[in-house]
């Protein structure tokens, strides 16, 4: 493993996913990692009170789940980790930006909204200061922010960098990677983010309420992109043996 995470010094390193790491320990890796954020119940309550929909934006894979009565009962979304910046001293993780992200929408509700919507993409965790970073593209006269401020993080979690072999190229250097494993917890929407947050979706002062509600947003955990499983490279393999003997077959 790397180091655990830790304040960043005057110099860091930043690599891009796919890319050859160079710098000790680790000579010839590759960043590979996934970023999920999973909102809290507090977060699905007020989505539910708002009654927004949510889909993926961009690169990343939504997860919603909702009960027989048509309540929030989870929602998470993938994102891809797009780079990884190094301290090139102690080689700590200094920050983690990923691609695509989350879009709600929230339709015009007495006294709760007046309907709008909200993309939240391309974070970017400041891991020395303890804050998320990210794109915000919003309705009512918002329109598209950069790298806004949104959440302060109540804690990190951290195993550092964990390290991880292609299973598709073989136990070589060049098919080693490496990924953040961590998990954010206690996020907490700044002033700036509430703000924007609560114009774009149009929020009035029962939305509002239901906004300033929320203490805990939610989780982001960090690791290593899944490997298929044999079962699921197995049924491609079927699969594939299928269409070849059907176009066979064709001919």
């Known amino acids: 493993m790397f180091m655990a995470v830790g304040l960043a010094h005057a110099s860091s390193v930043t690599i891009p996913a796919g890319a050859q790491y160079y710098g000790a320990p680790y000579y ?150 490496v990924a953040p494993g961590m998990t954010l917890s206690g996020l907490r929407l700044t002033a700036d983010g509430f703000n924007k947050v609560a114009q774009s979706l149009g929020l009035l002062s029962l939305g509002k309420s239901a906004l300033t509600g929320i203490t805990d947003f939610g989780t982001i955990t960090m690791g290593a992109v899944p490997e298929p499983s044999t079962p699921a490279l197995m049924g491609l393999g079927l699969a594939g043996l299928l269409i070849s003997k059907r176009r066979r077959q064709r001919a």
């Open 28 to 177: 010839g890796t590759s960043i590979n990692g996934v970023s999920t954020l999973s909102l809290s119940p507090d977060v699905l309550m007020t989505l539910d009170i708002i009654q927004t929909s949510v889909t993926s934006y961009g690169a990343a894979a939504a997860s919603v789940m909702k009960d027989s009565d048509g309540f929030y009962t989870q929602v998470s979304v993938a994102a891809p980790i797009t780079s990884v910046s190094l301290d090139t001293q102690s080689t700590d993780i200094v920050s983690v930006a990923t691609a695509g992200g989350i879009v709600m929408t929230a339709p015009a509700r007495k006294s709760v909204g007046s309907g709008g919507s909200l993309t939240v993409t391309d974070l970017n965790v400041d891991l020395a200061n303890k804050q998320v970073y990210a794109t915000l593209i919003g309705g009512n006269g918002v329109g598209t922010l950069n790298n806004i401020a949104l959440w302060n993080v109540g804690s990190v979690t951290s195993s550092g960098l964990i390290t991880g072999y292609d299973s598709h190229c073989g136990f070589y250097n060049d098919c080693l990677y």
